[in-house]
């Protein structure tokens, strides 16, 4: 049986098309109505340097400029999220990157119409949620605490 402070945890970031468009509380609502467990939030102003190491994969690319200055825009809201099996599950809320081409329901599919200001980042495996929850927050910046409706989330043996 799993303990609660095991449970798994993903990055997100509300991106600033997402700030600027006020759509916090709609991805936020989203997030609670699932049963997904917020472990830590900040807003917080991205700079180059932290977004350099964030997208080192694309640094390279000549787009990176653009993606650079679209994340630096506004504030982003970052949050940790706590759940069983949290990284897939809430990709697949998310959506495929393009949200013309994502399906409805998920975030992207209702609530984005481009490839680039897509919203919203989750971290796309357990290891990389590691690494991006360590870039983004301080260990006391994350709370481990059992919810008390966590009993009407998951059903006996499930945690």
Known sequence: MR???????????LKPSCVERHLIGEVISRIEKRGIIISGMKMMQLDEN??????????DKPFFPD???????SPVVAMVLK???VVSVFREMVGVTNGRKAAPGTIRGDLSMS???????A????ENAE???NRFFKPAEVFDYTPQDLKFIYGEGEI
Do not use: C, F, Q, W
């Open 3 to 13: 303990r609660v402070t095991d449970m798994e945890k993903t990055l997100v970031l």
């Open 50 to 59: 932290i977004l350099r190491e964030h997208y080192s994969h694309l640094v």
């Open 67 to 73: 993606l650079a200055a679209s994340m630096m825009a």
């Open 83 to 85: 759940g069983v099996d």
């Open 115 to 121: 490839g680039s200001l897509n919203i919203i980042h």
């Open 123 to 126: 971290s796309d495996s357990p």
């Open 131 to 133: 690494i991006e929850i």
